[in-house]
């Protein structure tokens, strides 16, 4: 049941579409919250719909995100090419002004752990899965774990003071994590937000618009005019830093941190 008042099912054009010569299957998902999207997962294309919406106003609406992501698809084919985090012995990265270097040691003990020092992130492993078909996979996650509990009080405390300075929203707390298909996110329901690890390697501009982006959303839960208003009161320049992580951030922290300025 899409909404008790809706007198028919939403009649949808799931036909996959084509673009530079790729077919993409289009899937629809009726949701809960108040907001649509489009985003591509897994190589397929899928539209999130409010069910609170009427049938109408549903058959719109993803009438008009599916011409949208298939005219972003072929104009801007490389806002879609999503990299996986990759992390490796000797990388050197740059967080907050820091450099930290990678370094991958034997584990004596047999456990697998990695943890972030003053200037480098060790990583230990067993002899069983060094250098095994699964090392690469394991580095990788060991230290996105690592760096996520070294830096979540630092990100915190700047969560707080852009909260207080302009918001003064109840925020109970951050998650850093992983996140696949998103910068960050806002929960009303637990009072928290989810920021994407990758934000780490990011200008610092580009890292306080999207902590300005999801604190917004404590007040306003769609992407409409009173949303980015509210945006642009307190960063004037936030089209910048969305323009940065179209084009540079599928490449945060897969390669040397991308810490440019933002043009």
């Given at each position: 049941?899409?909404?008790?008042?809706?007198?028919?099912?939403?009649?949808?054009?799931?036909?996959?579409?084509?673009?530079?010569?790729?077919?993409?299957?289009?899937?629809?998902?009726?949701?809960?919250?108040?907001?649509?999207?489009?985003?591509?997962?897994?190589?397929?294309?899928?539209?999130?719909?409010?069910?609170?919406?009427?049938?109408?106003?549903?058959?719109?609406?993803?009438l008009n995100l599916k011409r949208r992501?298939?005219?972003?698809?072929?104009?801007?084919?490389?806002?879609?090419?999503?990299?996986?985090?990759?992390?490796?012995?000797?990388?050197?990265?740059?967080?907050?002004?820091k450099y930290l270097s990678i370094a991958i040691e034997h584990s004596q003990s047999g456990r697998k752990w990695a943890k972030v020092y003053d200037d480098k992130v060790v990583v230990k492993l067993p002899d069983a899965v060094y250098g095994g078909s699964e090392h690469s996979k394991l580095v990788t996650r060991l230290v996105t774990r690592a760096l996520c509990r070294s830096f979540r009080q630092l990100v915190w405390s700047r969560v707080s003071e852009l909260n207080r300075a302009n918001i003064s929203a109840r925020i109970d707390g951050?998650?850093?994590?992983?996140?696949?298909?998103?910068?960050?996110?806002?929960?009303?329901?637990?009072k928290k937000i989810s920021l994407n690890v990758r934000l780490l390697f990011a200008p610092q501009e580009v890292l306080d618009y999207v902590i300005v982006h999801e604190l917004c959303h404590s007040r306003v839960h769609n992407h409409g005019k009173k949303f980015w208003s509210q945006v642009a009161i307190i960063l004037p320049d936030y089209r910048n830093q969305i323009r940065w992580l179209r084009m540079r951030g599928d490449m945060l922290g897969c390669t040397e941190p991308a810490n440019a300025s933002i043009a």
């Open positions: 049941m899409w909404r008790l008042s809706l007198d028919r099912e939403p009649a949808l054009d799931l036909t996959p579409v084509t673009v530079n010569g790729k077919s993409y299957y289009v899937d629809a998902i009726f949701t809960d919250g108040r907001t649509a999207s489009a985003s591509l997962k897994d190589g397929r294309i899928v539209i999130r719909v409010p069910k609170c919406v009427r049938t109408a106003e549903a058959e719109a609406l993803f992501i298939s005219r972003s698809l072929e104009e801007h084919p490389e806002r879609f090419r999503k990299h996986a985090l990759e992390f490796r012995d000797g990388q050197m990265l740059s967080i907050y002004g951050i998650t850093l994590k992983d996140i696949k298909s998103r910068w960050g996110s806002y929960s009303p329901r637990s």
